[in-house]
């Protein structure tokens, strides 16, 4: 879909975009391309789309014969959308906020398309990107990966963290192995955002399999992180369980810097702390 195209369909359904929703329409094919050449989406295989807008990327994937669930909020859309599903029976659309799917909804889903895995694919707005990964990851039922267009700065900072670690890319390191995929000219929009995208691949996911307990360590990694000019020593002694020379005994027995903040620490050295702290 170029811009003609766009604007042309934009005019037909009397369709102005949502600047709330954060809708920027992709109007680049070879972008589209890129997205599915990054998420290898096989023929019959089941994909759940975010946010569909007019289409582009969908019609893309059912070309490729897959099935697709696509969930939209913006009933602006529902013309071109009911319109594209009508031709379409692999196309099923869902009028809900992704966030609100339950691990039960999506099950009965999978049983309906008689699916045993799934895959998520979608250009997501950019405010959401947190949110939706953290949605996936953490589901019951995981995907086998996930490909999604966002904020280019966000998606390097997930994968070229280089031990500047934030919530988000802890989240991902934990649970699967990012890709950094393309990188996409504003100008590959409409209307432009005032920021680059990047093709974000998340694959290899898996549940927790570490030796410290989960709801501890990110109990410790969202102290850690609640004041993030501030020490890491410093954020987690805003615990009163936590005993000061117990924790510098820890610091130094993981040569762990005191003066470090909680974006150094990798996955590793959270594991090895609340271990540590677990311990008697």
């Known amino acids: ?20 929703r954060g809708q920027n329409f992709l109007i680049d094919d070879t972008v589209l391309d890129q997205i599915l050449a990054q998420a290898k989406v096989k023929k ?10 007019l289409g582009a990327l969908t019609q893309r994937l059912l070309n490729l014969q897959a099935q ?21 029976d692999k196309l099923e659309l869902h009028w ?10 999506w099950q009965d889903i ?17 405010y959401l990107t947190a949110k939706i990964i953290g949605k996936f990851i953490l589901a019951k039922n995981q995907p ?6 966002v904020q280019r700065e966000v998606a390097e900072r997930v994968v070229l963290h280089k031990q500047k670690h934030s919530l988000l890319s802890l989240s991902v390191a934990f649970y699967g192995q990012a890709v950094l995929g ?15 995208s990047a093709i974000l691949h998340i694959k290899d ?19 850690g992180m609640v004041a993030k000019r501030k020490k890491l020593f410093n954020n987690l002694l805003s615990d009163p369980k936590i005993e000061k020379q117990r924790l510098a005994d820890i610091f130094i027995k993981l040569q762990l810097d005191q003066n470090s903040r909680a974006e150094d620490l990798s996955t590793n050295d959270w594991i090895d702390l609340a271990k540590n702290l677990s311990s008697r």
């Open 182 to 196: 393309e990188i996409v000219n504003k100008n590959s929009f409409y209307p432009v955002p005032k920021v680059d």
């Open 96 to 105: 809900q906020d992704i966030l609100s799917l339950t691990d039960g909804q």
């Open 44 to 53: 019959n295989e089941l994909i759940l789309e975010v946010g569909p807008g």
């Open 144 to 149: 086998e990966s996930m490909t999604f267009l």
């Open 68 to 88: 697709v669930a696509a969930f939209e909020v913006d009933k602006s859309l529902e013309k071109p959308l009911l319109q594209l599903a009508g031709l379409n």
């Open 205 to 223: 996911l898996h549940v927790w399999d570490y030796q410290a307990d989960e709801v501890f360590v990110w109990q410790l990694i969202h102290r």
């Open 1 to 20: 879909m170029n811009l003609s195209d766009l604007q042309f369909l934009l005019k037909k359904y009397k369709i102005s975009p949502n600047y709330l």
């Open 110 to 126: 999978m049983l309906l398309h008689q699916a045993k895995a799934y895959k998520v694919v979608a250009n997501i707005p950019y």
